[in-house]
């Protein structure tokens, strides 16, 4: 984020978003607003799959013959 706002601020004739719009409360809360929604969202989707995972990945690491679980009563 600072490194987009760093080149906004040098490339002034051509800019991807003009930075005076962030003048307005209203387009300044409706974007940090989006942004947290955003972040919320790839959570959301991004927490389970990632459990997900590492459950997959400690069944894989408890079956394996010689591996962390050597040496464990079964």
Known sequence: MAGFVFWQCRNRREPLLPLRLFRSRGFSAASGAGAALGC??????LLPMAMLLLGLLCCAIESEPGGAAAGSPT
């Open 40 to 45: 919320a969202m790839s959570g959301l989707f």
